[in-house]
């Protein structure tokens, strides 16, 4: 059990309106969890305060070698007043997972949740209730030693910070269209695209913005090796529904284990639909698409839930999916979970943990 | 031309005493350099300020995605109180190598010489004299936006900071042992292995923390596909003695196009040595040892210049080089290297700029 210390703040922020569709990671709520680490003491201080600042020596080893974790979940408000977070516990564990692979000291489990619920509730009123928005929750943990020199840091900052937000992307769940990249790679085996650290994302934006000039709202990666397995979207996981049965890469080491990856797989498997999740060469998509067989394909993620993918272009191929439609398991996917999200879906595999 | 902005200290750090061995990157000067860059102003407001804390929101980019560059170079005060720069122009134009492909502003060439030259001047005074030592600079740029989505920030601060180092390795001139990495892969052809950048140096800590406990000090790296051939060491690039010529990795896109190698290829062609920069089989590396000849094994970079290997280790053979010993070449290249930056030996070549 933490013993948080709280500090409220004198001048809080002005709410966002009721009706307003939020944007997505643009405002910040008035408090934030914070607690520090020093190989001495251990992780210590742990504290809710006014959301500011933080101060650091520009020689902080986060600035230079990218010694930083992070993750995303989203808390959401039932319409009986409850508030209710969607399976912390693998956000958790994951978290503890990323710490191992780059050096940062783990975070009890129990104390990582407290510390989530805590702060949930002390910003409670932030939580917006239009469909589609909800408040996201953004743990982060960086090396703060001031010192020049490859080793891991023996500092370090927790911090949760929490935004209300809309939609990830700006087509809500309309189609995405999505570019397969075959010049760049962001992560191989051996290295660290399995955790959740900046490296990987600052790896994928000179990709991005490539696909972004052509149109494209994501780049889907190829693996590193032998570049034409299918790996993950930049910022979800990859579902293919291919003649009845749901594809989706096996976790390999260089892709993330979403969160809404899983609760994908889980339902499908609930539903009784056939699931596989295994190396999936991108040439058998393209063969499916020409064959008739692709019937959906769409991505898994905190942000979007899921985003039904509407057009796939892999080099000179364009595949346009469904006529550019949503699918239907893309739809029932997305109101199965956002039901359970918000309350309304009974909660037949316990995901939800109360505030 | 930058019209750089003064605000002096007005409360001087003690110099660190004139016969102190130093550190490696643990004390820094009285000033700093720093520059802030919006989309429509550019890069602007160039100051060299008091050495402080950098005050950044919590949801700053930088402590989520990793957008963040670094070079590092060193200064040098010659006999007759000249200060030099060592090829600060072939870090400039990495540095901009490194902006264009992790979507940073690039800074103009010219702008970036003078801001290192300046606040080097200002702090002239902490340039270190006795023998090993010096004045290391380190520019980085940050991605300042309060923003979280996965996307090239909109602002950034370019800042320099200085630090009198000594040895980088404890070890000094003494021959390191080096572990050569079968399992984690620190960049792969694709990715963003040449740019210098935080994401390559987390990707190295845990295989690197796995070295330290069975007592090397460094990793070499294989590649990330066929994972035999040779790339680079943690900090450094890596060169073999081998039967009368020097051989060294072909930069390929995943290792660092180092300064310190290029001048040691420079200086052996000059010396009339066969060089060859190409793939190099770990397996070649083997046999060469079990032949006798290989002659030398050391390692290229701006912090330790020259580091003799003398035992490198692969799966469970371990290779003693030159019985432990530092190679004829590795102490010429040390010498005339550091001769030449401490304005001791002729500069041939117009390595050296004057602040
Ligand atoms: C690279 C990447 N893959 C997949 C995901 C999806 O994971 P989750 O469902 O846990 O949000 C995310 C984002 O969260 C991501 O950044
Ligand atoms: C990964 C890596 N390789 C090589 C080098 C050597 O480069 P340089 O000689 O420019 O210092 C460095 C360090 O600077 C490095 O970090």
């Known amino acids: 059990m933490l013993n948080i210390r709280y500090e409220k703040t004198a001048t809080p922020k002005e709410l966002p309106a009721k009706n307003d569709p939020l944007k997505f990671g643009t405002i910040f709520t008035d408090h934030m969890f ?17 959301y500011q600042p933080i101060s650091l020596d520009p ?25 209710l977070l969607f399976r912390p516990n693998k956000n958790i564990e994951r978290a503890n997972n990323t710490n191992r692979r780059i050096c940062i000291p783990e975070i009890p489990e129990e104390d990582f949740l407290q510390a989530i619920k805590e702060v ?28 020049l020199g490859v080793r891991p840091s023996d500092t ?16 809500g769940l309309d189609p995405v ?58 910022a979800m996981n990859i579902f293919f529904k291919i003649d009845g049965k749901i594809v989706t ?20 498997k609930e539903w009784g639909l056939p699931v596989e999740e295994r190396k999936i060469d991108i040439a058998e998509i393209k063969k499916a698409y020409e064959d008739g067989t692709l019937e959906e394909v769409f991505g898994s993620g905190t942000a979007a839930v899921i985003s039904p993918v509407g057009q796939l272009r892999w080099e000179d191929t364009i595949m ?36």
């Open 59 to 83: 020689s902080a080893m986060v600035f230079h070698y990218g010694q930083e974790m992070f993750e995303g979940l989203k808390a959401y408000k039932t319409e009986d007043g409850r508030v």
């Open 120 to 147: 949930v509730k002390t910003d409670e009123a932030w939580i917006p209730t239009k469909p589609g928005t909800s408040l996201y929750i953004r743990p982060f943990i960086i090396a703060t030693d001031p010192f």
């Open 320 to 355: 346009q999916v469904r006529d550019g439609g949503i699918g239907e398991y893309s739809q029932k996917l997305y109101d199965t979970i956002t039901g359970i999200q918000l309350g309304k879906e009974k909660d037949i595999l316990g995901w939800t943990v109360e505030v």
């Open 34 to 50: 914070v607690m520090d680490y020093e190989t001495v003491k251990g992780w210590h201080d742990a504290r809710i305060i006014p």
């Open 249 to 268: 890469p096996v976790l390999n080491g260089s892709i993330l284990p979403g969160v809404t990856r899983d609760s994908v797989i889980c339902l499908c």
């Open 177 to 234: 269209k999505i570019w397969i990249e075959d010049e760049y790679v962001r992560a191989v085996k051996g290295g660290i695209g399995e955790a959740k650290t900046g490296a990987n994302y600052v790896a994928s934006l000179k990709s991005q913005v490539k696909a972004h000039e052509e149109g494209y709202s994501q780049v889907l990666w190829l693996d590193g090796v032998n570049r034409k397995y299918i790996e993950e979207v930049g």
């Open 156 to 171: 370090y900052k927790f911090i949760i910070i929490l935004s209300p937000v809309g939609a990830y992307y700006p087509e």
